[in-house]
């Protein structure tokens, strides 16, 4: 059975490539950007199959009409991919609390405002997978990208709470994570600062970092939406899933380093309960 797709930042980067995968196996989209002209390409190659359309995802009434686009034109709307965002490179101290918010209303705020928007709809339906693009920077800070990561970290709070709400509606959810890819995200998408010298050795040597990785990234933006369409396909999808052998190798060694500094203070997290009242503090008699 042949799905119905709405993917936000769909024209370029992962989401480009994501929809041409899509479209490809036959399945029917609703492609989205801010400037739909840059869609035009998807539009003349598959016809009557997708619907190109503007969407800012942090408007909550065009969030609204791209869900109903879906209905209207395909009926229903199986599998929604949250994938629009992007991240500047800069410290803390260096970038204005207006870019914060700025980009944590476009990479949080913005998949909140489209999956609240097409919740109604898979819920009447009792089905439909919501696909959210966080990042390896949700899961491990990424330094230099404050507000990425504030906003990321976001999206995996707020789809994990959503996967327990949902599933039992028949709505799945599952968190998409990737690494460094081949794609635009680190070039003209990305603002770099390196800041002043006191952050030389730490936000200069990420803006370095970055601008040396571009275009050495281990990520194949093709390979990782065959993937990606898969695992829409399954009928019990993973919550999280990684995407590239740099965001699996650092995302197990930070797992793992927070594990092991939760038992090295786990006589601190128990000795402040009621029960532990009379008892000595960890650092007490020693």
């Known amino acids: ?9 769909s024209s370029r980067g992962l989401g480009k490539s994501l ?9 029917r989209l609703v492609a989205t950007a801010r400037n739909p002209a840059q869609l035009d390409a998807l539009a003349e190659r598959f016809g009557d199959r997708v619907r190109c359309i503007a969407l800012d995802v942090t408007d909550e009434n065009a969030a ?50 489209v999956t ?9 339906q009792g089905s439909g997978h919501i696909l959210q693009f966080s990042s390896v920077g949700g899961r491990v800070g990424a330094m230099g990208r404050a507000p990425y990561s504030a906003a990321k970290w ?22 998409i994570e990737p690494g460094g890819f081949r794609t635009d995200f680190a070039g003209s998408s990305t603002t770099i600062r390196e800041g002043r010298p006191e952050y030389d050795a730490t936000v200069g040597a990420t803006a370095r970092f970055q601008r040396d990785y571009n275009g050495k ?6 390979r990782a939406a065959a993937v990606i369409v898969h695992v829409a396909g399954l009928d019990q999808p993973p ?18 380093a927070r594990l092991e500094a939760d038992r090295a203070w786990r006589e601190f997290s128990l000795s402040t309960d009621f029960a532990a009242s009379g008892q000595a503090f960890p650092w007490e008699g020693k």
């Not at 059975?1 to 930042?9: C, D, N, S």
């Not at 929809?19 to 399945?27: N, R, S, Y």
């Not at 609240?116 to 009447?124: D, F, N």
């Open 154 to 175: 976001g999206v995996e709070g707020f789809s994990e709470v959503l996967a327990k709400e949902v599933g039992p509606l028949g709505i799945k959810v599952t968190i």
């Open 217 to 222: 990234q281990p990520g194949n933006p093709e």
């Open 19 to 27: 929809c041409e995968a899509v479209l490809e196996q036959g399945d």
């Open 239 to 256: 919550l999280r899933l990684a995407l590239g052998s740099d965001a699996a190798k650092v995302i197990e060694q930070a797992d793992l």
């Open 116 to 124: 609240k928007a097409a919740i109604p709809v898979m819920r009447e």
């Open 64 to 113: 609204a009409a791209a869900v109903q686009t879906a209905v209207d034109a395909f009926g229903r709307l199986d599998v929604l991919v949250n994938n629009a965002g992007y991240g500047n490179i800069g410290s803390v101290e260096d970038t204005s609390l207006a870019e914060f918010r700025e980009q944590i209303e476009t990479n949080l705020f913005g998949t909140i405002i």
């Open 1 to 9: 059975m042949t799905k119905v797709w709405l993917v936000t930042g």
